[in-house]
């Protein structure tokens, strides 16, 4: 399947590798992400999406675990195999997520606990535009309003990522994980980036 918006390829204008090189992180070793170099043609939709992004990785209120369980399974309800997999790769290993905790974000939540909570908070947002009193409660418990209004506002970017990931059709990253196939075991392997 071909990108239906190229993205932008070196040698890259200066503006271009300066926006690029805020967008990765320093001594990344992997040229900058296809996403990156596909919203990098519009530098407006760049900068600000950055600095939105910049909050929720690298300034955020929550736990780096349960930001990367709300992004997963924002990313696998959306069918997002791009920033699924380059999130599986990037983070699922060092903020705790061992693949059993990465393939339930690929299936129905069951049971109880935080992780639960925080698998049905993405799931009615993505379903019903809405959180139930129950999951709200729960969460609220654990968490002061101002990381509420993170977890709102993080299912509503990924929800965004994905769409530009599967509308502009990009390429998966070759070192990224992959969502499993139907009918194939759900627990991907965390490889290096």
Request: charged share 20%; glycine share 8%; hydrophobic share 45%.
């Amino acid at each position: 399947m071909t990108a239906r918006i190229a993205p932008l390829m070196p040698p890259y204008s200066p503006e271009v590798r300066t926006s690029l090189e805020k967008w990765m992180p320093p001594g990344a070793a992997v040229e900058p992400l296809v996403l990156f170099r596909t919203v990098a043609r519009y530098p407006l939709l760049s900068d600000r999406m950055r600095g939105l992004g910049a909050v929720f990785l690298g300034r955020g209120l929550l736990p780096k675990r349960v930001r990367e369980l709300l992004i997963l399974r924002t990313c696998a309800r959306c069918q997002a195999e791009y920033e699924w997999g380059v999130h599986v790769t990037a983070f699922a290993t060092s903020v705790g997520l061992d693949p059993e905790a990465v393939a339930s974000t690929l299936r129905p939540a069951s049971g109880e606990g935080l992780d639960t909570a925080v698998l049905r908070f993405a799931d009615e947002l993505h379903d019903t535009g809405t959180v139930s009193d129950a999951t709200w409660e729960t969460l609220a418990s654990q968490f002061e309003p101002n990381a509420m209004l993170e977890m709102l506002s993080m299912v509503g970017f990924y929800h965004a990522i994905s769409f530009i990931a599967n509308a502009t059709r990009l390429p998966l990253e070759p070192w990224a994980a992959r969502m499993p196939a139907e009918g194939e075991p759900s627990t991907p392997s965390n490889g290096g980036a």
